[in-house]
């Protein structure tokens, strides 16, 4: 935005920052995805994944590492969302370093959306789901 809006030294300072700064973005995005690979999350192993969350109605779960990417396996669809991150990031900087702000601005967007998304996505796991079925009896 301050590329779009001023001029030399500003101009040659705020180019030289961003694109710094998205190449360190891309760095942390893709260490936080490793250690995040790391990390212990739930597993379901049995019950309904829609049923409320109580011990006396069987749902039984254990915490195993890389549990967080689980759902990167099951719907490989997902991988779209850090795909689009990083290679967001990459598209800004290669913009900003063609004295391109505006587009460069634009790809922010995509930057935005893939990381947001990566983050909300294994928190909200049942947006994924199929909905449970019911039968009756």
């Known amino acids: 935005m301050l590329m779009m809006r001023s001029e030399n030294p500003i101009y040659a300072r705020a180019r030289r920052y961003a694109q710094t700064g998205a190449l360190i973005a891309v760095a942390l995005f893709v260490v936080g995805g490793v250690w995040v690979r790391s990390l212990r999350g739930f597993i379901l192993l049995e019950g309904q994944p829609g049923m409320p969350s109580n011990p006396m109605r069987g749902q039984h779960v254990s915490m195993e590492a890389g549990a967080w990417l689980h759902n990167y396996a099951a719907h490989p669809v997902l991988w779209l ?57």
Do not use: D
């Open 81 to 137: 969302l850090p795909v689009l991150g990083i290679f967001s990031m990459l598209a800004g900087a290669a913009c900003v370093r063609a004295n391109r702000p505006y587009l460069a601005w634009w790809t922010g967007l995509g930057s935005w959306i893939g990381t947001i998304g990566t983050v909300l996505e294994p928190c909200f796991r049942s947006l994924c789901r199929p909905p449970p079925t019911r039968t009756r009896a």
